[in-house]
């Protein structure tokens, strides 16, 4: 039993499939998600790069970061390490295989 | 002479003797005085002839003595963080983590910021306990880059709080509540962290190139490599903006030689001298002799003496 059969009137379906279809709010929203994301990718690049094996400066200063990223950084060395997700997070951006 | 007074140079020359000198020389002025070992290879205990320790050691009257052992210090920091990760992390990332900083208590680069800091932490606290702080420093490459960390990090600490600053502002466009407030920046703890950092750094840095501040003495003996190494540094010093304006002539033979070996010395002696008055015509030089006998605690303040004359055009 669909939620669109003749109980819902033509103009609450219109409503419906136009207020989804153009629900730039969520589009947007996961945009900015995503956004954050990278942001955040970023800087625990140049703060932990040497992790990767990349040796930075200040890497003994990132060290009392710690305490506040070190469940973070966990997650992002597994995906770092791993170029097969590095790949796949990076083309699910583009829509491609949408 | 400034307050704080750096005594660098190449390996070798007489850093030691001469920062003991004249530490000895203004202890003896009235002027209390603290000297600071940041060479890894500790010497300043030798000359003295005593236990100079990680704190603050009383040598004599005036005078007290500090070695900074960069293992220590870089061992108290790390623990620190790890003291404080045991409180909020889970203990199967707590393994992973510890892996991490036992890698780091032992990677380039992290002995050389313990002594940066320490230094630094000197620097700020310990001014208003002393009239004059003495720092003997390591040999040429080691002073040189530490003096330039404060220019690097602070590039890097730049970046990092903006990094910082823009991933948070981006995670808070899409929360409802509080959109965007900067009550959440400023109790950002990491935030809080990087900018205590920066300051630290930046205060640092104006105290190191403030001629009125800080004074760097370049020792160097009257020798082709010596005047060479001081030359290079003296450049790469001014590229960090910080002057050197005085030099030490270390090791001075005596002006009567009889044996001919030693008269040829001389001669080169005094063509050496002569190119150093010559090529650093706008700084003042020091000359100290050379001593007969080991410089150890009981001569020191002959040597001392020769400071009395020394810097008088100021």
């Not at chain 2, 680069?109 to 620097?123: L, N, Q, Y």
């Not at chain 2, 001014?127 to 040189?144: C, E, K, L, R, S």
Request: glycine content about 4%; aromatic content about 10%; some cysteine.
């Amino acid at each position: 039993m669909s939620r669109y059969d003749e109980k819902i009137g033509f103009f609450q379906f219109m409503k419906e499939f136009f207020g989804a279809a153009t629900d730039f709010n969520r589009k947007s929203k996961s945009m900015l998600d995503k956004e954050a994301m990278d942001q955040m990718d970023n800087f625990m690049l140049i703060c932990f790069a040497d992790n990767l094996g990349i040796p930075i400066p200040t890497s003994y200063y990132t060290l009392e970061l710690l305490p506040y990223l070190a469940e973070d950084l966990e997650k992002w060395q597994r995906r770092m390490m791993s170029r097969k997700s590095i790949w796949q997070e990076k083309w699910g951006d583009w829509d491609l295989d949408v | 002479m400034n307050k704080i007074v750096f005594f660098g140079g190449k390996g070798g020359v007489g850093k030691t003797s001469c920062s003991a000198a004249f530490a000895v020389y203004s202890a003896k002025q009235g002027k209390k005085t603290l000297i600071v070992s940041t060479d890894p290879a500790h010497s300043t205990s030798d000359i003295f002839e005593m236990k100079i320790g990680m704190d603050v050691t009383p040598i004599r009257d005036n005078l007290d003595g500090l070695e900074i052992d960069a293992e220590y210090e870089s061992d108290k920091y790390i623990s620190g963080v790890k003291r404080s990760l045991g409180k909020v992390i889970s203990p199967i990332i707590m393994e992973e983590i510890n892996r991490q900083l036992d890698a780091a208590s032992i990677s380039p680069g992290t002995h050389e910021s313990a002594v940066f800091d320490k230094m630094i932490e000197i620097i700020v606290e310990k001014t208003d306990d002393y009239d004059q702080i003495v720092f003997d420093t390591a040999p040429t490459g080691h002073t040189i880059r530490l003096f330039s960390l404060p220019e690097l990090l602070g590039v890097w600490m730049d970046s990092l709080l903006a990094k910082r600053g823009r991933a948070l502002e981006v995670s808070q466009m899409t929360k409802s509540v509080d959109r965007g407030s900067k009550a959440y920046l400023d109790h950002d703890p990491i935030l809080k962290i990087l900018n205590r950092r920066k300051t630290n750094m930046e205060k640092a840095r104006e105290i190191m190139i403030d001629d009125k501040q800080l004074d760097f003495i370049f020792v160097l003996n009257a020798e082709k490599l010596p005047i060479e190494e001081t030359k290079k540094a003296i450049d790469i010093l001014k590229k960090y903006n910080m002057p050197v304006r005085k030099l030490v002539i270390n090791r001075i033979l005596p002006e009567k030689m009889s044996d001919d070996f030693w008269k040829i010395k001389k001669e080169d002696e005094i063509k050496y001298v002569a190119e150093i008055e010559d090529f650093f015509s706008d700084k003042s030089i020091a000359k100290l002799p050379l001593l007969p006998k080991d410089m150890r605690a009981h001569n020191i303040d002959d040597m001392a003496e020769y400071f009395k004359d020394a810097f008088t055009n100021e």
